[in-house]
């Protein structure tokens, strides 16, 4: 079945540590995007990308990286300069013409920054 | 981003009850969509609305797209337990280009 895979389920850092967060899909969709999810915040855009090796920088994109060297593969790394990022990160993927059909979201990590 | 206005931003009801929650814009949108997340997982794709004044139903779930095509309703018909987690909304227009914009969310509790 095709899907998209959030890993871990679970991530525990030391404050000032970079952590990666990976993201994987096989339902061929062209664009990837990842959220940030606070309490009573909604959901946030970090970063998006529409294409392999192009990315663009969504509203909360300060202390955060992402590469997409595949199409399948969208990792997020939360570095050190990100200064609170404790929270529950959600990627998600679409189609490059149908957005309208909206996004596949994947499971979600929750990282905890101690 | 734009930042859609949800409402209510929680609600906690008895099972049976019906539900009522809206999302307004300033802008017009093409697209409305409604999502449903349960506690600890990614928001999943309820209804799709794509024509003004759109009624869709899915199960006991309605949703409309509003006449001025600047917001959108969803309705919960007797509750149940499992109705529980966060409901959000989602608009997409010519000026989104790929990215929707998301409400804050509705959180929905039911109590047995």
């Known amino acids: 079945d095709g899907g998209i895979t959030q890993s871990p389920k679970y991530l525990f850092r030391k404050e000032g540590q970079n952590v990666t967060l990976s993201c994987e899909q096989n339902?061929?969709?062209?664009?990837m995007y990842w959220y940030r999810q606070d309490p009573g915040q909604g959901l946030r855009l970090i970063y998006y990308s529409q294409i392999v090796n192009d990315f663009q920088k969504g509203d909360i994109a300060e202390g955060y990286s992402v590469s997409r060297e595949k199409k399948e593969s969208f990792p997020l790394t939360v570095t050190s300069a990100q200064k609170n990022p404790t929270a529950f990160y959600l990627c998600?993927?679409?189609?490059?013409?149908?957005?309208?059909?909206?996004?596949?979201f994947g499971s979600g990590t929750r990282l905890t920054v101690v | 981003g734009q930042q859609l206005n949800q409402s209510p931003q929680s609600m906690f009801i008895q099972e049976g009850e019906d539900v009522s929650m809206n999302c307004t814009s300033s802008?017009?949108?093409?697209?409305w969509l409604w999502y449903k997340q349960d506690p600890g997982e990614g928001p999943v794709l309820l209804i799709a609305?794509?024509?003004?004044?759109e009624l869709t139903s899915n199960g006991r779930l309605t949703a409309q797209f509003g006449i001025t095509r600047k917001d959108s309703f969803l309705n919960i018909s007797a509750s149940i337990p499992s109705d529980v987690g966060i409901y959000f909304c989602a608009g997409l227009n010519s000026n989104s280009g790929y990215a929707l914009n998301f409400g804050k969310g509705t959180s929905l509790l039911v109590t047995p």
């Open positions: 339902l061929n969709h062209d664009a």
């Open positions: 998600a993927s679409s189609t490059h013409d149908r957005v309208d059909r909206g996004y596949t």
């Open positions: 609305l794509y024509k003004a004044g």
């Open positions: 802008s017009i949108f093409n697209t």
